[in-house]
Structures are given as C-alpha cells and as structure tokens.
C-alpha cells in the first residue's frame, strides 16, 4: 500500500497525477447499467473496479469485502443513496464519493449529513472524477496509517507504564523480602506479589531438610492442590498449558491458574511471564538467605545455653573459692591454738616458746597476705560474669 500526500509537485513545482500510483479497490453503486459502465471506464485504468445495481447489493458486497472507496448514486429504487450511505457508516469509515445529477445546496447537504466524504455532480468530467477518487482514497489511507500508529504508540505506552509498575512490584517483594526470618513469611511475600500482578496463584518453598511450606489465595492448600505441588517440579523450569503456568526453581515453585490469552493479549501475558520467572528466581535466591538466619538463630541459642551453663559453672567456682578462704583462715587459727596448748606437755622455755611464736606468726602471715591478694580474684571473677551476662543479653536482643 502506497502514502502519498496530496497536491505532490516534481522538481519544477509542477503538479504531478499520482493516481497510478494510488490503486485499489471502488465499488461503483448505480441503478443505470450505462452510467455503471460509464464510471467503470473512467476508473478501470488505474483502480480494481466492483460494481453494484442497488444499495442492498452493495450493503452485502461490502459487508464481505469492503472496497478502498464507495460511488454512490443518490437517486435508486428501494434504498436509496442517502439510507445505503448511513447503513454503510455502521460498520464502515472508507470514503463514499456522492455522484448525484442534484444541482441544489440543501440534496448536496443532505449528502453530507447522511455521512458522505465528496460529491460530483452529473456529468462527470473524468479528470476530475478520478483525481477525487485518487485523493479519498490517498487521505483515507493516511488516516488510517496515523489511526494505526497511534494504536501502536498507545499499546507501548500502556505497556511501558506496565512495566514500570511490575517493576515497582518486584523491587517492594525484595525489599519486604530480604528480612524474611522463615519460610512462611518468604512463601506470603511471593504470593503478594503475584496477588498485586493480577494473578491467582499457590506458592511452594521447600526448606534444606525436604519439608517445604505452601501456600495459595485462600490459605492453606487442599489436599488436591498440595498433591500437585508435591509433583509440580518434574514439570520442568517453564510449563503452560491454556492459562496455567508453571515455574520452578529447586527451592520454589509458583503455579498460577489465570494467565491472560496468549493469542488476545501477547504482550501482557509475556511481560507477566518474564515477572513471574524473575520473582521466582528472586524467591530462590533469598530462600538461601532465610536458611543463613535459621542457621544463625540455631546457632545464636546454643551460645544463649552455653553462657548459661557458663555462668551457673563459674558462680559455683566463686562460691567454693570464698569457702576455701573461709576454712582456710578456721584451720590456721585451729592449728595456732593447739600449738599453743603444747607448750604445757613439751617443757619448752620461754625463750623457744617466743621463737616457735615467732616463726608461726611469719608463716601464717605470709598465708594471710597470700590468701589477701585473692582480692584480685574476685574483682576479675566479677568482670568475667558481667562480661557473660552482656554478652547472653546481646544475643537474645539478635534472636529478635
């Protein structure tokens, strides 16, 4: 299909007949045979000429095929030209071309009103008749193109400002996502996400140890659609059938039920494809950063246990250390007063008395200043039990 515009000039600005160039297809509607025939050799040079005797047989011969334009006779029996051309605007926007041997201004708008884009009157002159019928069909075209163009850049629009918003919908799921500290809240994550795509879906996450979590639009799976998502991953990565979609990954599986008609809306039903996969692959990354948290959180209270056992341990020591000194200090005092007591029965002077005296009170208060310097014991005793009681608060603020 040729786009002229019209009114085109060669070099020399002079105007150029470009009806050759034009073709089509004309359906001629006229009651008279001679003036069909007539019309017919005027245009048959450089358009695909159709001919009609009534306006019913030209309502039906577009209804199967409508031609590039319409010649339309006013004045026929049964329907005339003005009810064929209003019954032809129906389901028609190609240009009708009034032929009317009508002189007056009020049949030429009566013509118009009933939805005709020219007018020649009889006789024609056929320079003029096919120049008309050239430039109906060349602008007509043009309008058409542009209509369709501008289809074309709403249909990107619609599409690009689709995108953007699935984009929006994804960035929000690894946001919302990325804290998850469990499988379930990583499985109800995913399937808002798909619930905001506009789609009805289940929602399969299996954890490290073969268990998984499932979950659809009304909760819980029945045992129906958990027997399916039991087997939905020997269905391979990608898998449709009708409006079910498939896709799996090793750790999560999305099975949507409502995808839109390949064949109706392409584009839509690609970009929402390429979304799912991207959140399920998304899905598939952040599972692993769920099992890191679960292995933390294991981790983080087997610590909590063992600075418990630690601290009970080392409170105990303390308690046994300070009853040592105690005894310590009842058994030195025992033993000074049983020497003591001796002296009696040993017949010691006095003088031996002073320097057994002597040398008890030197030992013992060696033992006293050795037993004085567990002071020190205490206070870094102390220091360690504060330091696992810090260090047990921490962790169970982390376990939160």
């Known amino acids: 299909m040729h786009r002229y515009a019209p009114g085109r000039t060669d070099e020399q600005g002079q105007a150029v007949d470009d009806t050759e160039e034009i073709g089509g297809r004309v359906l001629i ?40 334009l319409i010649v339309l006779d006013v004045e026929m029996p049964g329907i005339d030209g003005y009810e064929t051309c209003r019954r032809l605007r129906a389901f028609t926007s190609v240009p009708i071309l009034f032929v009317t041997g009508h002189q007056s201004l009020e049949e030429h708008l009566k013509a118009f009103d009933a939805g005709g884009t020219d007018l020649i009157t009889k006789p024609v002159n056929a320079d003029i008749f096919q120049r008309k019928v050239a430039v109906a069909i060349r602008q007509y075209r043009a309008a058409a ?26 960035l929000d799921f690894m946001r919302k996502s990325i804290a998850s500290h469990d499988y379930r809240a990583l499985a109800d994550s995913l399937l808002a996400a798909i619930q905001e795509l506009g789609l009805t879906s289940c929602v399969l996450v299996r954890h490290p140890d073969g268990e998984a979590t499932a979950v659809t639009d009304h909760g819980e799976p029945t045992a129906l659609e958990q027997s399916i998502l039991d087997h939905v991953s020997e269905m391979g990565r990608l898998f449709q059938f009708k409006r079910r979609l498939v896709v799996n990954y090793d750790r999560v599986s999305i099975i949507v039920s409502d995808m839109p008609d390949e064949t109706e809306e ?19 990354a952040l599972s692993v950063n769920v099992d890191i948290r679960q292995e933390g959180q294991k981790r983080a209270e087997q610590l909590q246990i063992a600075l418990s056992e630690a601290e009970v341990a080392l409170t105990g020591l303390g308690e046994q250390n300070k009853a040592a000194m105690r005894d310590t200090r009842l058994l030195l005092q025992e033993m000074v007063d049983s020497i003591e007591k001796t002296y009696g029965w040993l017949n010691t002077s006095q003088t031996q008395e002073a320097t057994i005296n002597a040398t008890m009170e030197q030992a013992i208060q060696r033992i006293l200043e050795r037993l004085a310097s567990g002071g020190d014991f205490d206070t870094q005793f102390a220091q360690v039990l504060q330091a696992l009681n810090a260090g047990r608060s921490h962790n169970a603020v982390e376990l939160f």
Request: net charge negative; glycine share 6%.
């Open 29 to 68: 509607v006229d009651d008279e045979k001679v003036t069909r025939a007539f019309h017919r050799a005027i245009l048959a040079r450089h358009f695909d000429v159709l001919t009609a005797s009534s306006g019913s047989e030209a309502l039906e011969l577009c209804v199967g095929q409508t031609p590039d």
């Open 145 to 170: 193109a542009l209509a369709e163009e501008k289809k074309a850049l709403e249909r990107m629009a619609m599409g690009f400002l689709s995108s953007v918003s699935q984009t929006g919908i994804l």
């Open 266 to 284: 392409t584009e839509r039903a690609g970009i929402l494809r390429d979304s799912l996969v991207i959140l399920a692959e998304s899905a598939e």
